[in-house]
């Protein structure tokens, strides 16, 4: 199965700590092959639990999700894509966290749709997004 949604950050955050159980209804309908985070995705979580005692609650959970998830790594095409959007987005006159600028790059260079609860992203032309802390109709 191709994979369709690249996971933001802060949609991974919510399900392991358990908020939101539409995330958590979501996931459970969605092959995790459809599913996939983006490296720096994957270092912003390492980052959030590296202080967290090694059995705490949220590590494991972390762990576990990281474990499941196809993990894709930062490349040219990514680069590329991240370079374009910078400029569309200085011109506008807007910016997003470096972090924030690199997931939307991968997810674009993909054509994936980015799953998250951040409206920032409603800015970057071209990206999908999806929010799936909201129930479905």
């Given at each position: 199965?191709?994979?369709?949604?690249?996971?933001?950050?802060?949609?991974?955050?919510?399900?392991?700590?358990?908020?939101?159980?539409?995330?958590?209804?979501?996931?459970?309908?969605?092959?995790?092959?459809?599913?996939?985070v983006s490296a720096v995705t994957e270092a912003e979580l390492r980052f959030w639990i590296i202080r967290r005692p090694p059995l705490a609650r949220i590590r494991v959970g972390v762990e576990d999700f990281l474990m499941r998830v196809r993990c894709l790594p930062w490349d040219s095409g990514a680069a590329q894509s991240c370079a374009r959007t910078r400029e569309i987005l200085k011109r506008q006159g807007r910016a997003l966290s470096s972090e924030d600028l690199m997931i939307a790059a991968r997810a674009l260079s993909l054509g994936l749709t980015l799953v998250t609860h951040d409206s920032a992203f409603s800015f970057v032309d071209g990206l999908k997004t999806e929010d799936w802390t909201v129930a479905l109709g």
């Amino acid at each position: 199965m191709p994979i369709l949604y690249l996971l933001d950050t802060n949609i991974v955050s919510y399900f392991v700590r358990g908020g939101y159980p539409q995330i958590a209804k979501r996931l459970g309908h969605t092959p995790f092959d459809e599913l996939a985070v983006s490296a720096v995705t994957e270092a912003e979580l390492r980052f959030w639990i590296i202080r967290r005692p090694p059995l705490a609650r949220i590590r494991v959970g972390v762990e576990d999700f990281l474990m499941r998830v196809r993990c894709l790594p930062w490349d040219s095409g990514a680069a590329q894509s991240c370079a374009r959007t910078r400029e569309i987005l200085k011109r506008q006159g807007r910016a997003l966290s470096s972090e924030d600028l690199m997931i939307a790059a991968r997810a674009l260079s993909l054509g994936l749709t980015l799953v998250t609860h951040d409206s920032a992203f409603s800015f970057v032309d071209g990206l999908k997004t999806e929010d799936w802390t909201v129930a479905l109709g």
